[in-house]
């Protein structure tokens, strides 16, 4: 068994394939749900949708922990090639900041919801679409190291073992 943990497999991970994204997915859900949520509970005024956004948010704000500390490890774990690294960089510290900034925006929310928790301010709303605008922007990086430079994918994890990849 412990062979198992210390070896690294063809996608240059000591597990079958990456976690990474499936807890960043859970996050970005979580992120998404809870602005749809503040913008129909805002515009119907059915303000009960105002607790599932607050818990949404909740559980986004510690999730996102665990989704960079897997994205970390991951990343430590992929040698980037030249050509990957400054979108690796970029995309790192973007997913640090967004733990700063759902943190942030989950705190501001508690003090909403502590005074009000019937009314939701239009200021928000603003800050949680910048939110999603940047966890957008999260995706594409996201997206573009696994489809376009390829991280932990078989062919450039051989390409960067034989050295034909820099």
């Not at 859970?26 to 602005?35: G, Y």
């Not at 949708?49 to 607050?54: D, G, K, T």
């Not at 400054?86 to 967004?98: A, K, Y």
């Amino acid at each position: 068994m412990l062979e198992y943990l210390t070896s690294l497999n063809d996608h240059n991970l000591p597990y079958p394939d990456t976690i990474h994204p499936i807890a960043v997915h859970f996050v970005i859900a979580m992120v998404l749900f809870a602005f749809f949520c503040d913008v129909v509970g805002y515009f119907t005024g059915k303000t009960h949708l105002f607790e599932v956004s607050w818990w949404n948010m909740c559980v986004a704000t510690i999730s996102i922990f665990v989704a960079i500390i897997l994205g970390q490890f991951e990343a430590g774990l992929a040698t980037p090639y030249d050509l990957a690294k400054p979108v690796l960089n970029i995309h790192t510290l973007i997913g640090w900041s967004l733990s700063g900034i759902i943190a942030a925006i989950t705190a501001w929310r508690y003090v909403i919801r502590s005074r009000n928790p019937q009314k939701l301010s239009i200021y928000y709303l603003g800050a949680g679409l910048l939110l999603i605008l940047v966890v957008g922007v999260q995706v594409y990086l996201g997206d573009e190291l696994v489809w376009v430079y390829g991280l932990h994918t078989v062919p450039v994890v051989e390409a960067l073992k034989e050295g034909t990849l820099r």
